[in-house]
């Protein structure tokens, strides 16, 4: 019998610490605490920080949005369109015991072609959410910029 085995690449805890900061960098520069969350490529917490004055509530939704933007390798605001009535995702959100999200501010973290993380974050708006996020996935992007 032939076993094959499966080499798989995942955020480093320095990788995720760095990300964290440069999206809280950017949350202070909009005047929004947030909280940020980085899973790695299976969904599991690597790194987190509640920023001062960010909303206790938010917390579970920023690690619901790194879990659903590792586990589905997408951006949960563009998971979004497909899940509303009448679409073929409609109810999606029900799955996962609830931590499945289409809020905006969910982005998956690559080198290459490959999915090792994701960041999620959440206290301000959609809008203020997704800025923060964007924000870590392009640092995380230029730091390993042409890595396979």
Sequence with gaps: MTSNMYTIQRISD?????VIDAAAACATQIGVP???AIVDESGHLVAFRRMDGA??????????????ASGTRKATRDIA????????????????????T???????????????GAIGVSSGSTHEDQTVAQAGAD??????????
Excluded: C, M, W, Y
């Design 139 to 148: 640092f995380f992007a230029a730091r390993h910029h042409g890595q396979r």
């Design 55 to 68: 909303k206790f509530i938010s917390i579970e939704i920023a690690l619901a949005k790194a879990l659903t």
């Design 34 to 36: 947030q909280n940020i």
């Design 81 to 100: 369109p497909v899940t509303i009535p009448g679409e073929p995702g409609f109810g999606i959100q029900n799955l996962a015991g609830g931590r499945f």
């Design 102 to 116: 289409t809020l905006a501010g969910g982005i998956p973290l690559a080198t290459g072609n490959v999915v090792v």
């Design 14 to 18: 320095a990788d995720a610490r760095a």
